[in-house]
């Protein structure tokens, strides 16, 4: 099956424990309750090519690094992915956040990103892994304030605004889990 989100790498179990996440509103008339809060620096395909990131994703579904391990993609859920990068001023190169900052929603192919800059969507697959479009969204302003960043474990907040017109906040403070490294470094998966 193939991921039609941007693709993030991240590598084969989850550290940390007291992960957790909120998220405040609906898109699309879904509303999310979180069970998982995993999260690793990775690498990101967009339509412009490949970057390294700072990637979490919020879930409501359980047990999400252990079906990563697997290969496997969570069915019936809905996720929200952010990704975080830095732009080197010396060299223009994006690399994964090495610290804290305030990063900004910027839409990719929409010219040169800001220093701090974030990436952000909203899906829902149903019971098939297939994403459902009607339900699914694109962030396309906003601000993520990364609070705490510790070896592939992020803290933070979000205030995004969706293609959709949808407005949702929260908070995060993420489990590394390297399982979504090998995970997202594939497009095909098995349906968990």
Do not use: W
């Not at 090495?98 to 220093?115: L, R």
């Amino acid at each position: 099956m193939r991921r039609h989100l941007p693709i993030l790498l991240l590598t084969a179990a989850c550290h940390g424990t007291g992960a957790s996440a909120t998220f405040n509103g609906t898109v699309r008339g879904q509303s999310m309750t979180p069970s998982a809060s995993i999260s690793a620096p990775a690498t990101v395909s967009f339509a412009s090519g490949m970057a390294p990131v700072a990637a979490i994703l919020l879930s409501d579904a359980s047990a999400l690094c252990t079906l990563f391990g697997l290969n496997e993609q969570a069915k019936s859920s809905r996720s929200l992915l952010l990704f975080l990068a830095d732009v080197n001023a010396s060299t223009g190169a994006i690399e994964v956040p090495p610290g804290t900052a305030s990063f900004s929603v910027f839409a990719v192919g929409s010219g040169a990103p800001p220093a701090h800059f974030a990436v952000a969507s909203f899906g829902v697959d149903d019971a098939s892994c297939q994403r459902i479009p009607s339900q699914s969204a694109t962030a396309v302003s906003g601000t993520i304030l990364l609070t705490g960043n510790s070896g592939g474990a992020y803290q933070g907040t979000y205030d995004l605004t969706f293609d959709s017109g949808d407005h949702v906040t929260g908070s995060f403070d993420t489990a590394v889990c390297h399982a979504v490294t090998t995970f997202l470094a594939s497009d095909l998966h098995s349906c968990g």
